[in-house]
């Protein structure tokens, strides 16, 4: 079974550039996950899928962050315009829908390392 | 107070000890306990989750779970160099299934 995919792995921007990320979940997953990790902290949720509509968003940047889901399955996540801050890996993650009140098993991808100059 | 915290160390023990993991969480009606394992470079892999009370083993790993005291820990017996890696305690709180990290603890397994 394939693993969550992302790509780029890596990208370096100056900042007040923009950025795009794309993740492609586990087959079947219905929900997908963004997460920033700064260095040295644990990943912090941005915003969570499920299938096509967003669960929660609490965390993300609207004014410079935004992302889609469209059809439910692969995600792009966009920063406009990039601060230095925004360095960090950002994560994709996808698990199946839960069931019975239980948080089911994530599984992450690779990350892409976002380096803001 | 912060939602997940653990003691970001570095935690170093010997080849062949038990290596002890803590977190505690604010969140009484927290409902899932997850310990992820982080190598440097890499992405978060999960090692054990665990919902009630009482400890759950599996391998080397037992996770404990004490909700009254919202503590909820990961043991690690006979510590291997190939266990060097920081671990995330994660908590499930919420109805959408959200998931909070603590910030790690970065084990050292010293040969």
């Known amino acids: 079974e394939a693993g969550v995919a992302q790509s780029p792995r890596y990208k370096i921007i100056e900042k007040r550039q923009s950025v795009a990320f794309w993740c492609n979940p586990i087959s079947g997953h219905a ?5 920033q990790q700064i260095l040295g902290q644990g990943p912090k949720l941005l915003i969570q899928f499920q299938n096509n509509g967003v669960v929660d968003d609490s965390q993300l940047p609207k004014d410079r962050f935004s992302a889609e889901r469209l059809k439910g399955v692969d995600s792009t996540l966009k920063i406009q315009p990039a601060k230095l801050e925004d360095s960090a890996v950002y994560l ?20 892409t390392r976002l380096l803001v100059l | 107070q912060k939602e ?12 062949g000890a038990i290596a002890s993991l803590n977190c505690t969480y604010s969140d009484r009606g927290s409902q899932s306990f997850f310990w992820y394992r982080q190598y440097s470079g890499k992405s ?19 996770a404990q779970l004490n909700k009254a005291s919202q503590y909820v820990s990961l043991l690690i017996r006979d510590s291997q160099p190939s266990d060097s890696a920081t671990y995330l305690c994660a908590v499930h709180r919420g109805s959408n299934y959200k998931l909070t990290f603590g910030k790690g603890t970065l084990l050292t397994v010293n040969p």
């Open chain 1, 92 to 111: 994709c993650a996808s698990s199946l829908i839960a069931a019975g009140g239980k948080q089911e098993t994530q599984y992450f991808g690779p990350g």
């Open chain 1, 31 to 35: 929900t997908l996950y963004w997460y």
């Open chain 2, 4 to 15: 997940v915290e653990q003691n970001s160390g570095p935690l170093s023990v010997p080849e």
């Open chain 2, 44 to 62: 978060p892999e999960l090692i054990m989750f665990i919902y009630s009370n009482g400890d759950k083993e599996d391998g080397r790993f037992t």
